[in-house]
């Protein structure tokens, strides 16, 4: 049953979550090579997800797929969370949170223009002007503020941070023909690309790992970041009665974790970062204009 209170609920809780990570992913970081991390929080979100499925009484789902959904789950896990959270993961590992965090946000962004050729929507002016104005946030941020001498911080955890925007919103589109259940589909994902992250891991970093705060940290991440919070905004968007509302709290994310990047991390936020963040912010709101006016012209009719 639609119930909107208890979908605003359910999407503050989420957005809460998605406020802590990015200092959860600098802490994790401190003493873990990116793809170990990968590996921790991957198996606590499969460990997690598998809870979820038992307690809600739908783990025998995960039986009675397809052969081909079961391939797919392979080819989607090689997407999420293989090469989505080591491009993450490896961002942060070289930029300031206060940077691959607002600079991650413009996924939503590259979903919208991916939709053009992928699934047949149309490309809005108001999608140009969003990408002006949310792109430009991401030059501020990335230089800065030295926007005119485009000198870069960190190159190469800039090209890591906006190539996992683009391949997280690849795996979106890939998931609007996905017919299995949300949550299992997440799950059978995250098995299925478990062994290449252990193989990755083994080959490159080494399974060895210091055990300590990195590692309470990146299990913090794969249960909340990877599982909890994905099931709680599924809840939230299954329960609103105005889906524009409840999507509309992510904004509040990006500001509130500036707060934890603060006081947990210790990182001096830079007025760019503010800039810069308000700027990809604007973008994102814009993007999303005509489709929450639309919404609203289905409610009133």
């Known amino acids: 049953m639609k119930d909107q209170k208890q979908a605003m609920i359910y999407g503050l809780a989420t957005v ?16 873990l090579a990116p793809v170990q991390m990968l590996l921790v929080a991957c198996t606590a979100s499969i460990v997690v997800m598998a809870m979820i499925l038992i307690v809600q009484g739908r783990w025998k789902q995960v039986f009675q797929l397809r052969r081909g959904q079961y391939v797919q789950s392979m080819a989607m896990g090689l997407i999420n969370p293989c ?29 919208a223009y991916l939709s053009v050729p992928f699934l047949g929507q149309k490309l809005r002016r108001i999608d140009i002007l969003a990408g002006l104005v949310c792109y430009a946030g991401v030059v501020v941020i990335a230089t800065r503020g030295a926007v005119t001498s485009l000198s870069f911080s960190d190159p190469l955890g800039v090209s890591l941070a906006l ?28 098995l299925f690309g478990l062994p290449v992250i252990i193989i990755a891991c083994w080959q490159t970093a080494g399974l060895a790992m210091p055990i300590g ?19 709680l905004w599924s809840q939230a968007m299954k329960k609103a ?11 509040i994310s990006p500001f509130l974790s500036l707060v934890f990047i603060y006081f947990i991390l210790g990182e001096v936020i830079l007025t760019s970062t503010y800039v810069g963040l308000v700027l990809i912010i604007a973008g994102l709101w814009l993007q999303q204009k005509k489709v929450r006016q639309r919404e609203q012209a289905l409610v009133r009719g």
Do not use: C, H
């Open 163 to 190: 190539g996992s925007t683009l391949v997280w919103a690849s795996y979106w589109v890939i998931a609007t023909r996905d017919t299995r259940d949300p949550v299992v589909g997440l799950f059978l994902n995250f």
């Open 83 to 111: 090469l989505y959270y080591f491009l993450l993961f490896g961002a942060f590992d070289r930029l300031p949170a206060q940077e691959a965090q607002p600079l991650n946000y413009t996924w939503a962004l590259v979903l």
């Open 213 to 231: 705060g990195s590692i309470a940290a990146a299990v913090y991440v794969g249960v909340f970041e990877m599982g909890i919070a994905f099931v």
């Open 241 to 251: 009665e105005n889906t524009s509302k409840v999507s509309n709290l992510i904004f």
């Open 16 to 31: 809460l979550l998605w406020s802590t990570v990015a200092t959860a992913f600098k802490l994790s970081l401190a003493d």
